[in-house]
C-alpha cells in the first residue's frame, strides 16, 4: 500500500488566498500542543488543529499561523540542538518558509511583539488544549475558551468561523486525495477485519487486523476504533468479547492521513460467515433504507430529507416484517423510527471526522435551520442543502436498545402496533449500521468508501475466501 499524498504547497496557497479573501481582521490559528500523558516527556501523539492543518498540510506542534495585512507568517520553534539530540533535526524557518510557500516563518517568541499593534481586532477560532488556550488569550489579551464550540466568544470568531465553515465545507482536489486515500485505506482495513473474523477468536483480533492495515500505510484512528458484538451500544468502546457463530460483528473504524482528512467506515458481518434469516431479514432492511438515503445525495438535496428517507424505508421494511402493525405515514408520525434508528443519517466528513463539530451547530446547520426537539431527529447533525464538492456519511443503522424499547415514554406512542411478538423474534440482531463515505458530484455522487464490500452475498463470499 502507498503512503498518503502530500498536498502540495500551490493547494495551500490556494486555500490561504481564499480566506484573505473573506477576512475583514487579521486571523491566528493555533495548531495546539500533545497534552502529557504521566510526565512532561511522555506525551499523548500530536494531532494538528485541523483549522490549522487546512492551511499549513503538517503537523507542526506548538505553531500559529497569523493572516495579516494579505501575508501569512507561521511562528514556531526554531531549531534546538537538544530537541534534535531526541527527535532528530528539523529543518530552519527559511526552509520552512519555502517548502510551504508562506511570506515568513518567525521564532514563536516573536508573536507577542507581532500582535501587540492589532489586540482586540484579531479573530481566532476555539482552541484544543489548555495550554494553547492560555498562549493565545495572552497573545490577544482577552480570554479564548478551549473547545467553546458554537458558544464564539465575539462577533470576530464568530465571522472567522463563517468564513472558515465556507472554505471547507466544499473540499478542492487536494483534500479530495487525501479523502480517497483515506477511504480506501479504510475499505481495505475493513476487508481484512472481515476476513480475520471466526467464532472463537476476540473482538480485539479483528480490531488488530484493521488496525494494522492502518497503519502498514501510515493512517492513524481517526476516530476511536468500533468492533463489537454488542452494535447496540452505538459508540461501544469495549473490545472485550469473544466471537460466537451467531453474533454479528458491528466495525465503525476510519482512519486519517498525517495531514488528518478523515474516513468513517461501518460494516456488519457475521462471525460465522453467513447471517442468519432474521439478520439477513434486517440488514436487508438497512440496507434498502442507505439506498433510499443515497438516493436524496445530489445538488440541491437537503440533508434532512436524506434522513427522511432512511427513516421512511427503516419503517416500512419493518411494517414488512411485521415488527409494525399500521400505514407507514402514521407510524412515522408516532416517531417509530427513532426506536429502532435513533441517531441522525449521518455528518459532515473532512479534516474532522463529524467535520467542524468544533464550531457547533454553526457548520452543520444552514443559517435559519435548528435541530428538531424529537427524539432520533435531535441527533441529526447536518441539515444544509448538498452541493458538489461535500462530502457526508450516510450510515442508517438498526439497533435493539434496552435502554429505548424498555422505556414506556419512548413506545407508548405505539402501543400495540410495536408487535413485541414479532420482535422477539429478531433477537439474533442487537445492532446492525452501514455507513459510507459520499462525495457530492455535479451530477449525484461517488461512494469513496466502496472498496469493502456491504452486499450480504459480497461480504459471505469474502468470508468463504478466507
Ligand atoms: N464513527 C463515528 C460516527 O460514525 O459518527
Ligand atoms: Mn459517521
Ligand atoms: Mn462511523
Known amino acids: 500500500m502507498p503512503l498518503a499524498p502530500t498536498t502540495a504547497s500551490p493547494a495551500l496557497v490556494r486555500r490561504r488566498e481564499a480566506l484573505h479573501a473573506r477576512l475583514a481582521t487579521p486571523a491566528l490559528f493555533a495548531a495546539g500542543e500533545a497534552p502529557s500523558r504521566n510526565y512532561p516527556a511522555n506525551r499523548y501523539r500530536f494531532r494538528a488543529a485541523s483549522h490549522f492543518s487546512y492551511f499549513v498540510g503538517r503537523a507542526l506542534p506548538a505553531s500559529l499561523l497569523l493572516f495579516i495585512d494579505g501575508r501569512t507568517e507561521l511562528f514556531t520553534h526554531p531549531p534546538d540542538p537538544d530537541d534534535a539530540l531526541w527527535h532528530g533535526p528539523r529543518p530552519e524557518l527559511e526552509c520552512v518558509a519555502e517548502e510551504l510557500q508562506l511570506d515568513r516563518v518567525r521564532p514563536l517568541v516573536e508573536l507577542d511583539a507581532a500582535l501587540a499593534p492589532y489586540r482586540g481586532s484579531v479573530a481566532t477560532l476555539p482552541t484544543q488544549d489548555a495550554a494553547t488556550q492560555e498562549l493565545v ?8 475558551r478551549a473547545g467553546t464550540g458554537a458558544a464564539l466568544a465575539s462577533p470576530l470568531d464568530a ?3 463563517d468564513a472558515m465553515i465556507a472554505l471547507r465545507l466544499v473540499h478542492d482536489d487536494a483534500a479530495l486525495a487525501q479523502m480517497r486515500f483515506a477511504a480506501a485505506v479504510s475499505a481495505e482495513a475493513h476487508v481484512a477485519g472481515i476476513s480475520a473474523t471466526k467464532p472463537g477468536k476476540t473482538e480485539l483480533s479483528t480490531l488488530a487486523a484493521m488496525l494494522s492495515v492502518l497503519r502498514g500505510a501510515g493512517l492513524e484512528d481517526a476516530y476511536g476504533p468500533i468492533v463489537t458484538t454488542h452494535g ?5 468502546d469495549r473490545y472485550d468479547h469473544d466471537l460466537r457463530a ?12 498525517p495531514e488528518g482528512w478523515a474516513a468513517d467506515i461501518t460494516r456488519t458481518w457475521p462471525v460465522s460467515g453467513r447471517y442468519s434469516a432474521t439478520q439477513r431479514a434486517i440488514y436487508d432492511v438497512v440496507l434498502a433504507a442507505q439506498h433510499a438515503a443515497l438516493a436524496v445525495c445530489k445538488p440541491g438535496g437537503r440533508y434532512r430529507a436524506v434522513h427522511d428517507a432512511a427513516k421512511r424505508a427503516i419503517v416500512e421494511g419493518l411494517v414488512l416484517l411485521g415488527v409494525f402493525r399500521g400505514e407507514v405515514d402514521g407510524l412515522l408520525e408516532r ?5 429502532f434508528f435513533p441517531h441522525g443519517i449521518g455528518h459532515l466528513l473532512g479534516l474532522d471526522v463529524h467535520d467542524m463539530e468544533d464550531l457547533g451547530d454553526r457548520a452543520g446547520y444552514a443559517p435559519g435551520r435548528t435541530r428538531s ?17 461535500m462530502c457526508v456519511t450516510i450510515e442508517p443503522g ?26 422477539a423474534r429478531f433477537s439474533d440482531v442487537r445492532g446492525i449500521r452501514i455507513e459510507d463515505d459520499v462525495l457530492i458530484t455535479s451530477d449525484g455522487h461517488e461512494i469513496l468508501s466502496a472498496g469493502v464490500p456491504k452486499d450480504p452475498a459480497g461480504i459471505e463470499q469474502l468470508m468463504a475466501a478466507s
Open 137 to 144: 488569550s495572552r497573545c490577544l489579551g482577552r480570554e479564548v
Open 159 to 161: 465571522a472567522l468561523a
Open 232 to 236: 447496540e451500544v452505538l459508540h461501544s
Open 246 to 257: 451467531g453474533d454479528l460483528l458491528l466495525a465503525d473504524v476510519g482512519g486519517e492521513t
Open 335 to 339: 416517531g417509530a423510527a427513532a426506536l
Open 373 to 389: 426537539a424529537l427524539f432520533g431527529d435531535g441527533y441529526l447533525r447536518l441539515d444544509r442543502d448538498l452541493a458538489p464538492g
Open 398 to 423: 438498526f439497533y435493539q436498545v434496552p435502554g429505548i424499547l424498555d422505556d414506556p415514554r419512548r413506545t407508548e406512542s405505539l402501543g400495540e402496533d410495536l408487535r413485541r411478538d414479532v420482535l
